[in-house]
């Protein structure tokens, strides 16, 4: 009967520990909430064993309150225990009774051994096995059993001799039991406490993820959002859980993104794809989620590409921009050696041309024939000039001009390229600053514009001239090719013609590329343009659509310093005489021979070096004065300038004249004839040879 009396009792125990559990379980492990309150709590489960107890004889009681009182103190340490074991004293104190020592005494050895285990639990864990706790119960109840030992005489063995065995069986094994319940509820704990953790961690990686986050299910619809979604799709998260990607995307989007997600569940593999959305790109990669072996789930992340892309896309246009400069430079360079090659050659058609014009025994026929040759002689002089502009050789004379009076001055002109069925609209800007460029270079520039405007315009059409003041700051040039940062005068032609493609614009600057018809130009306009530009240190935009028309806007830098005075008289038609001696230094022997019979015709003594070596030997040796230079630019050994200073040397009062089919830097800065430089450009007439020779001549020194 005792038996029976102390496994039900037990069985009461039990019963409340698991109440405590379900209470305690949802307060958390903080201090105040577990260890204040589990004191109050074991304090309440002792005190109602302790109303339905084991009556041995009057004032003796026995219940469970020894194991609940160890147990406070191994889970609920010394705070719990020291609560509880108060509660519990105070209680049996007040019941009253012979065995109110006994009792006391009990509850205090059972808070303090499970006190002590409590310490011992977190060096060593292992404690917490079966059979450390039963050694943990045992020891509990044999000190109990020793403790019978303070009951009143009469009733001592009786006791001992009734519940020794009895407690020593059941009690460590109900101890062991009831640890076990808290054991499992610590665990759950301790479970909960990490996923309450782990999904504040995800909740906070959600609401602050820079790229997109998304989980499915296996019906395809979405279980969990990043917040950034709500900006994406312009809903609260709330509304875009639980719904299909037809409720979310566009329609052709959704079907290809289903699609997607079907093949990862039936394939289980990773997939990663770009995709578009309301004018911005992504990239997304997917991936199947298995529960229990099986793929349940589909996860992935998505990042906004659309800066990435334009960036791409900005770098392989200033890379193609680079390109095209590098390819025009190239270009200009096999151009300007081209153009000057070709002068030499055009020197001596002229001029032997124009010699044997002069000689009067000729009939008639001959003369139209030599006539026609001087005709596409001149003609072809014209191209090189054009090749020369594009190539950034050709002389210049600047000026600090207005554009807005240059281009008045020659409106009337320029009005005659294009013709009465088109309209010219002229709009001058406001306060136009001035720029330095050679008036004659405007006058290029806009005639070939105009001419390509007109072309490109059937019927009646409008093309407009501009100008204006641009400033343009570093941010803007960085993402220019050959833009610099600074204060310019832009001229800007338009016109609502015909317009070019892309292909069209990525060559028009090249020489004799053009999309004319065959003998309607020569392809070298636009790329003389574009040579004057570069020269003047200026830049050009264009910006043509096929059947929305073409305009180029050019940029032209300030410049408000004092020019240079070069004095360029055109030459007169009388040829002028003399009887000095001129020393000719030219490498090709056919200008050399063409200049000494031009010269010598006019009554100068000539003499003829193809070297600078035999230069310089002449200067040193020749008896006689040397009054005049004429020396190619560009020479073997060294260039014409550092010749003249060597002849200076020997010769300190003699005069010099260039020529050249191009202008080198050595002799010309850029392209810009320097003060006092006295130059004539190939190819060259009788005329303009003796006129020029005679003018430097006369020159008298400063």
């Known amino acids: 009967m005792i038996f029976i009396d102390l496994i039900h009792n037990i069985a009461l125990l039990v019963a409340l520990s698991v109440i405590y559990q379900l209470i305690i379980g949802n307060k958390g492990n903080k201090f105040f909430h577990y260890h204040i309150l589990s004191g109050f709590l074991f304090g309440g489960v002792g005190v109602i064993a302790m109303m339905t107890p084991l009556h041995l004889m009057p004032g003796i009681i026995f219940d469970g309150r020894s194991i609940i009182l160890g147990v406070s103190g191994l889970f609920g340490g010394p705070v719990a225990a020291g609560i509880a074991g108060t509660i519990c004293a105070l209680y049996r104190q007040w019941l009253g009774g012979g065995g109110a020592v006994m009792g006391v005494s009990v509850i205090a050895e059972a808070s303090m051994i499970g006190v002590i285990f409590y310490k011992l639990r977190r060096r060593f864990p292992q404690i917490m096995n079966f059979f450390p706790l039963l050694g943990f119960g045992f020891l509990i109840h044999v000190i109990m059993v020793l403790m019978m030992l303070l009951l009143p005489a009469g009733a001592r063995l009786n006791t001992i001799r009734q519940l020794a065995i009895p407690v020593l069986l059941i009690y460590p094994i109900a101890t062991v ?102 004018g911005r790109f992504y990239t997304t990669t997917k991936f199947p989620i298995h529960i229990e072996g099986k793929p349940t789930y589909l996860a992935g992340f998505t990042i906004d590409i659309t800066e990435r892309k334009q960036a791409e896309k900005e770098k392989e246009r200033m890379q193609a921009q680079l390109l095209q400069a590098q390819k025009m430079e190239a270009v200009g360079q096999l151009a300007g050696g081209v153009a000057h090659d070709f002068n030499n050659m055009l020197t001596v058609i002229i001029g032997h041309a124009e010699i044997a014009l002069n000689e009067t025994e000729l009939n008639e026929p001959l003369a139209a024939d030599l006539k026609e040759i001087l005709k596409a002689a001149r003609h072809s002089a014209e191209l090189t000039q054009q090749l020369l502009g594009f190539a950034r050789k050709q002389i210049i004379r600047p000026k600090i001009v207005n554009l807005n009076n240059v281009i008045s001055e020659i409106l009337k002109m320029i009005k005659r390229l294009i013709g009465e069925d088109i309209d010219l609209k002229w709009t001058p800007g406001k306060d136009l600053w001035n720029t330095k460029i050679d008036p004659a270079q405007i006058n290029q520039i806009l005639a070939n514009l105009l001419v390509n405007a007109r072309d490109a315009i059937v019927g009646n059409g409008k093309i407009t001239i501009e100008t204006g003041n641009a400033e343009f700051d570093q941010s803007y040039c960085e993402n220019h090719v050959g833009f610099t940062p600074g204060q310019y005068v832009m001229l800007s032609v338009s016109d609502d013609g015909c317009g070019m ?9 090249e020489p004799f590329y053009t999309t004319k018809s065959q003998n309607m130009g020569t392809g070298l306009g636009l790329a003389t343009v574009y040579g004057i530009i570069k020269q003047n240190n200026g830049f050009i935009n264009v910006y043509s659509e096929p059947g929305s028309g073409t305009t180029f806007r050019i940029y032209f830098t300030t410049d408000h310093t004092i020019s240079s005075k070069i004095k360029i008289d055109t030459p007169t038609e009388i040829l002028s005489k003399g009887t000095e001696t001129i020393l000719i230094i030219e490498d090709e022997q056919a200008i050399s021979d063409l200049a000494k019979i031009i010269l010598e015709k006019q009554g100068y003594n000539v003499l003829v070096a193809n070297t600078p070596v035999m230069a310089l030997d002449l200067v040193e040796n020749h008896p006689d004065d040397i009054h005049l230079v004429l020396s190619d630019v560009v020479l073997p050994e060294m260039n014409g300038r550092e010749l003249l200073n060597r002849i200076k040397v020997f010769r300190p009062n003699i005069k010099s004249l260039f020529m050249s089919g191009y202008t080198a830097n050595v002799i010309v800065h850029r392209g810009i004839l320097e003060e006092g430089v006295q130059f004539i450009q190939k190819p060259f007439n009788i005329n303009v040879l003796v006129n020029r020779v005679r003018e430097v001549l006369d020159q008298k020194k400063p």
């Open 177 to 278: 039991v009831v640890c076990k319940v808290f054991l499992d509820q610590e665990e759950k704990i301790k479970n909960l406490s990490a996923l309450r953790e782990s999904e504040k961690i995800f909740k906070t990686f959600m609401d602050n993820s820079p790229i997109y986050v998304f989980f499915k299910d296996d019906k395809i619809r979405s279980v969990r959002l990043s917040s950034n979604y709500e900006k994406m799709l312009g809903k609260p998260i709330d509304e875009l859980l639980g719904k299909t990607m037809y409720d979310l995307f566009p329609s052709e989007l959704a079907k290809k993104m289903v699609a997607d997600d079907l093949k990862i569940l039936l394939e289980e593999k990773h997939i990663t794809v770009e995709e578009e959305f309301n």
């Open 501 to 509: 493609d892309k292909k069209t614009l990525s060559r028009i600057y």
